[in-house]
């Protein structure tokens, strides 16, 4: 449990760290709330020759509403995105996932951009991106980009940053109208990991005819994905509860599910399957108040 040896600097700013990133190569890694990394140094599965510490960089962690979007700077800790009142305002997804991650240590130091850079299969913060269709900005030596979360999630901890970025910022949208959001997950016991997780969103027209919808998975594939099977079954669709089990039944279609001490395929599967019909209904739930 005692990490190899490293070296440690702390940037003053995001030029100086990707200044570092460039020099030291695949030697260096970034460490923000160290609540994914370190557990790995510390099992020796990471090994990183020196630590670039951007948890001190300013401008890079806050909550802000930009137009029609929700800012949220990488650095922002799961505990600060969970407590806003921006964000329980004008996007309840966000707040209700990042409630849901591990305990309050790790809720206190974890942040919302190394969650979603570390590429952790079973992470909660990807699937609620997802389902909201956000977008992370990126910095590096090339300049920088917006990559919509779709085209962020690549593999097995794996991510469209190139080794030079870091993922400043977040951007989801401000909900409105009469929506409802829901994540619901199957925790593991020991860490608060999702065996399975689904975060949904979804917006009512009149009538109770479902306008709009996003559904993020998290757990059972190599990397979460958007359910867009089942939003396609549902969107334009007057809500019933069989209209909404049977659209859910489809979200482990085409998936290679993951297998592993805690959960084999079949059940992965199956838990995936119940817990979006049961998030897309207590979602619709929440649009009757
Ligand atoms: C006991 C325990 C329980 C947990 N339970 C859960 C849980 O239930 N659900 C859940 O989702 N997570 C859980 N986590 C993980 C936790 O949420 C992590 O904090 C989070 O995944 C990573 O954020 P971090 O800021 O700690 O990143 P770090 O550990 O500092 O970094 C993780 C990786 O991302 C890279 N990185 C960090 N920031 C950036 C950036 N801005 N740009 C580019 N690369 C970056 C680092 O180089 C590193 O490779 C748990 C962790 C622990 C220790």
């Known amino acids: 449990m005692i990490p190899a040896p490293f070296d440690y600097m702390a940037p003053a700013s995001l030029e100086e760290a990707i200044r570092a990133l460039a020099s030291h190569g ?20 990471a090994e990183p020759k020196i630590l670039v510490d951007i948890s001190r960089i300013p ?14 700077g990488a650095l922002t800790t799961h505990y600060q995105i969970e407590s806003s009142e921006l964000i329980r305002e004008k996007c309840p997804l966000l707040a209700q996932t990042a409630s849901a991650i591990g305990d309050v240590q790790v809720r206190n130091r974890g942040t919302i951009g190394g969650s979603l850079a570390h590429g952790d299969p079973a992470a909660d913060l990807p699937a609620a991106i997802l389902a909201l269709g956000g977008e992370v900005h990126a ?27 870091i ?6 949208p401000i909900l409105s109208g009469r929506y409802g959001t829901a994540y619901l997950k199957a925790p593991q016991k020991a860490s608060g990991f999702a065996i ?30 958007r359910a867009k099977g ?15 089990e049977q659209a859910a039944s489809q979200v482990a279609q085409g998936v290679d599910a993951l297998e592993d001490i805690h959960a084999s395929a079949e059940f992965r599967s199956h838990l995936a399957r119940v817990y979006t019909a049961r998030a897309i209904q207590e979602a619709a739930k929440r649009t009757e108040k």
């Open 26 to 45: 695949e030697e260096a890694k970034l460490l923000a709330g160290g609540h994914s990394l370190l557990p790995l140094m510390k099992l020796r599965l």
């Open 59 to 72: 401008g890079l962690r806050g909550i802000k509403a930009e137009g029609d979007k929700i800012a949220i």
């Open 139 to 165: 910095r590096g030596t090339a300049g920088e980009r917006w990559i919509k979360a779709e085209d962020f999630f690549l593999g097995l901890m794996d991510t469209a940053l190139e080794p030079t970025e």
């Open 167 to 172: 993922l400043t910022e977040i951007r989801v």
């Open 196 to 225: 399975v997780g689904v975060a949904a969103w979804l917006k009512i027209a009149s009538k109770g005819v479902c306008e709009e919808i996003g559904i993020g998975v998290t757990g059972l594939d190599v990397k979460p994905y």
């Open 230 to 244: 089942v939003e396609e079954r549902l969107r334009g669709k007057k809500l019933t509860p069989t209209i909404m």
